[in-house]
């Protein structure tokens, strides 16, 4: 089953580009990641959570970080680990030098869906870290160097209240705020801002008005980022029946939508 009904924007570029397969790249902790990315099988190289890469793209530190992606058991069962499907990617980027190339990360939202609050922000440091080496990697990287776009973002919010900052699905306000940053050549100046749509609960995408008037307005000094700017978020540590041993089976699985 593919997410995508229409070309993605990974299928355009490859097109509009005139890419090899392998010049246009998804690597992910998530199938659903895959199963986004383009609007059919093969569209270009595409690496489900647990899968392995074709030989002649792959090499012999992808192949054991593969592996232990294959038998590291995770919190939620469909996802891997983003240690490793990081750097997975980077290798990747190492050896086939793609043009463009998507890394989709998971374990922040799994963390939140066990309400590890405490583990979101451990691992959003450490992301941080991947984020860090990732830029270093392409600043000391030909063709790279110089004459390329980082975006980080994200493809859903969350809840904002103690009763649901957890979870994210239609109907749950807060779900649909998403943040995204861009670093590279021709993008320096813009600065910071931010869009804060007038919402009302039982809104759904298409209905919002932000996507009619889009409103923006600058963000206050010393400001938290977006990940971190959640107040009603800093929840206490869960219980301990919340936590791994209650098993990945009776948490929910990660929404493939937000309104
Ligand atoms: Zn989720």
Request: glycine residues 8%.
């Amino acid at each position: 089953m593919r997410y995508a009904e229409n070309r993605t924007v990974l299928e355009y570029a490859r097109e509009k580009l005139d890419l090899g397969y392998a010049e246009v790249a998804q690597i992910g902790s998530w199938d659903g990641f895959k199963y986004a990315a383009a609007s059919r099988d093969g569209a270009f190289l595409m690496n489900g959570g647990r899968e392995a890469l074709p030989a002649e793209l792959s090499t012999p530190d992808i192949d054991r970080y593969v592996d232990l992606r294959r038998v590291i058991q995770q919190l939620l069962e469909e996802s891997s680990n983003d240690v490793l499907s990081f750097r997975i990617a980077k290798e990747y980027l190492l050896k086939n030098k793609p043009r463009l190339l998507w890394i989709g990360l998971g374990q922040s939202d799994d963390w939140a869906h066990a309400r590890r609050y405490d583990l979101v922000l451990d691992y959003l440091h450490y992301a941080d870290t991947m984020l860090a080496d990732l830029w270093n990697t392409l600043q000391a990287t030909e063709p790279y160097r110089g004459r390329t776009t980082l975006i980080v973002t994200t493809d859903h919010g969350r809840g904002r209240t103690p009763a649901d900052w957890a979870e994210h699905d239609y109907g749950i306000q807060g779900c649909q705020d998403i943040f995204i940053a861009v670093i590279g050549p021709g993008h320096a100046g813009h600065g910071r801002g931010a869009e804060r749509p007038r919402s009302a609960p039982g809104r759904r995408r298409g209905d919002h008005p932000a996507a009619a008037r889009p409103r923006l307005a600058p963000v206050p000094p010393g400001r938290a980022s977006a990940a971190t700017a959640r107040p009603d978020c800093a929840l206490k540590r869960a219980p301990a029946t919340s936590s791994r041993a209650s098993g990945a089976r009776a948490r929910p699985r990660r929404a493939a939508a937000c309104p």
